[in-house]
């Protein structure tokens, strides 16, 4: 393949910046608060399943407190019935029945509220096992939105740098020939590099110095003839400095 010095000299500037490119990639891809933010996750799961337990925990024992109050009420309103009726009944035997269900309801208000203060201060115990729940979710998840905020600003800048810098290579790549830019592409694609300098006999494609029977080669073609590496693969690109 034929291409001028000039053209194959401007795929270093394009190599240089696919390889800026991957790297803004990585970079993004491995930012040190998305590093952090997953070690966190373990941490906020547990949280979440503390919290959905003590959550249940205190429905369980409201629910409970609020049936052993309806309870309480049921026994209240008997109560009042009854004694409303000892009040209005003529029938000594009926006021002796009457009287003995008031004492009996007496004492199962007296067992319903000891264990209604039983209940009440399980409910107190729960809120404050709760509060403590929610204030450690409330400062992680502080911390998860501060990492986060973190990281999104991170990946911002580095999107703003890949996007400029897609779009300079864009330009590169469409100054060059066609046949020119396939070759380097299909290198690139195999190898991970598509164009890279010869210097003082060096390719900096694989840092390997060339074998004197390879430059021999490359000092006889010509200075548009394509080149590769024998060793990377890369388009090899000759100047001033190469040691031929």
């Known amino acids: 393949m034929k291409a001028s010095p000039a053209d194959q000299n401007e795929l270093l500037r394009l190599q240089a910046a696919d390889t800026r490119l991957a790297q803004l990639a990585h970079a993004t ?35 409970e407190l609020k049936r052993i109050e309806s309870d309480v009420q049921i026994v209240d309103a008997r109560a009042k019935r009854d004694s409303d009726r000892v009040q209005q009944s003529a029938s000594m035997k ?5 009287e003995a269900e008031l004492a009996s309801l007496a004492k199962r208000k007296n067992d319903l509220e000891e264990i209604e203060l039983t209940v009440m201060q399980r409910v ?4 404050q096992a709760l509060a403590g729940v929610e204030g450690e979710r409330a400062e992680l998840g502080a911390r998860v939105a501060a990492l986060e905020a973190q ?7 580095l999107e703003v740098q890949r996007t400029a810098l897609a779009k300079d290579r864009a330009t590169i790549a469409e100054a060059l020939p066609a ?11 195999r190898y991970g ?10 390719s900096m494609g694989s840092n390997v110095k060339l074998t004197e029977s390879d430059l021999s080669d490359i000092r006889r073609a010509a200075a548009d003839d394509v080149v590769l590496c024998p060793d990377s693969g890369a388009i090899l690109v000759r100047g001033e400095d190469s040691g031929l």
Not at 193 to 202: C, D, F, P, T
């Open 29 to 63: 891809k491995n930012l040190p608060q998305s590093a952090e933010l997953v070690k966190l996750q373990p941490e906020v799961e547990a949280l979440r399943a503390r919290w959905i337990a003590a959550t249940g925990e205190l429905e369980d024992a409201r629910a």
């Open 179 to 189: 046949d020119l830019i396939e070759l380097y592409e299909r290198q690139r694609a």
């Open 193 to 202: 590099v598509g164009a890279a300098a010869l210097i003082r006999g060096v």
């Open 124 to 127: 107190e115990d729960l809120e």
């Open 94 to 98: 009926d006021v002796q029945a009457l």
């Open 151 to 157: 990281r999104d600003e991170e990946a911002g800048k």
